[in-house]
T-cell receptor, first 115, second 118 residues
Framework: DAGVIQSPRHEVTEMGQEVTLRCKPI?????LFWYRQTMMRGLELLIY????????DSGMPEDRFSAKMPNASFSTLKIQPSEPRDSAVYFC?????????????FGAGSRLTVL | AQKITQTQPGMFVQEKEAVTLDCTYD???????LFWYKQPSSGEMIFLIY??????QNATEGRYSLNFQKARKSANLVISASQLGDSAMYFC???????????????FGQGTILTVHP
C-alpha cells in the first residue's frame, strides 16, 4: 500500500502564478479531503469529496481556490492567482468508513511558498 | 459547531516516563468521534487512536490510551513509557458523528509539542 501520494512536495512560486497541487488517494478509499496548515490558523479543512462528489467546500478561502476530483484515484487543488498569504502546507487525506470510524490517512503534504 | 481545545502548548517528559496530553472539546452533537494524530518534525500526520462517543471502554493502542471522560468533555492522550521518538506535535481532533455516516470532517486543536528527554 503506497499510501496517499501528493505532488509536488515543495513548490516555490511568485505572486500571481497558478499553482496546482495533486493527490492520489489510497485505492478503495471513498472520501478525500484537502487540509491547509499554517502557524497562525492551524489545520483547516478546505474541501472534501465523497465518491468523487464535492460535499462541503465551505472552507475554501475564496474564488481563487478550486478543487476537482475527476475520478476515484486523482484530485487537484488549484490556486489562481496565488498570493503570499497562501503560503502553507497543504495536506490531502483519504478515508474509508468502517467499524464506526472514519480514520483519515494523510499524505506527506505539499509545502507551498508564494513570494 | 465543534471546538477542540489543547491548553498545553508544550510538554516535557523524561524517557520511559508516562505523559498525559490534555484535550477538551465542545459539541452539540450526540454522536461524535475523537482522534489523536502525531506530527513529527518531518511533517506527516500519523493516526494514533480513536474513541467513539458511545464506546464504554477507553481506547488503547499499544503505548497509547485515551482517557475519555464524557461528562467533562475531555479526551486526554496518555503515552506510557515515553521514547525519544515520541517527540513530536500531537493533535486532538473530532468529527460530528461516530456511529452513523461520518465523512471525517475533522476539527483539530492547536496541538501540543511533546519533547522527550533522555
Amino acid at each position: 500500500d503506497a499510501g496517499v501520494i501528493q505532488s509536488p512536495r515543495h513548490e516555490v512560486t511568485e505572486m500571481g502564478q497558478e499553482v496546482t497541487l495533486r493527490c492520489k488517494p489510497i485505492s478503495g478509499h471513498n472520501s478525500l479531503f484537502w487540509y491547509r496548515q499554517t502557524m497562525m490558523r492551524g489545520l483547516e479543512l478546505l474541501i472534501y469529496f465523497n465518491n468523487n462528489v464535492p460535499i462541503d467546500d465551505s472552507g475554501m478561502p475564496e474564488d481563487r481556490f478550486s478543487a476537482k476530483m475527476p475520478n476515484a484515484s486523482f484530485s487537484t487543488l488549484k490556486i489562481q492567482p496565488s498570493e503570499p498569504r497562501d503560503s502553507a502546507v497543504y495536506f490531502c487525506a483519504s478515508s474509508l468508513y468502517r467499524s464506526g470510524a472514519n480514520v483519515l490517512t494523510f499524505g506527506a503534504g505539499s509545502r507551498l511558498t508564494v513570494l | 459547531a465543534q471546538k477542540i481545545t489543547q491548553t498545553q502548548p508544550g510538554m516535557f517528559v523524561q524517557e520511559k516516563e508516562a505523559v498525559t496530553l490534555d484535550c477538551t472539546y465542545d459539541t452539540s452533537d450526540q454522536s461524535y468521534g475523537l482522534f489523536w494524530y502525531k506530527q513529527p518534525s518531518s511533517g506527516e500526520m500519523i493516526f494514533l487512536i480513536y474513541q467513539g462517543s458511545y464506546d464504554e471502554q477507553n481506547a488503547t493502542e499499544g503505548r497509547y490510551s485515551l482517557n475519555f471522560q464524557k461528562a467533562r468533555k475531555s479526551a486526554n492522550l496518555v503515552i506510557s513509557a515515553s521514547q525519544l521518538g515520541d517527540s513530536a506535535m500531537y493533535f486532538c481532533a473530532m468529527t460530528p458523528s461516530a456511529g452513523g455516516t461520518s465523512y471525517g470532517k475533522l476539527t483539530f486543536g492547536q496541538g501540543t509539542i511533546l519533547t522527550v528527554h533522555p
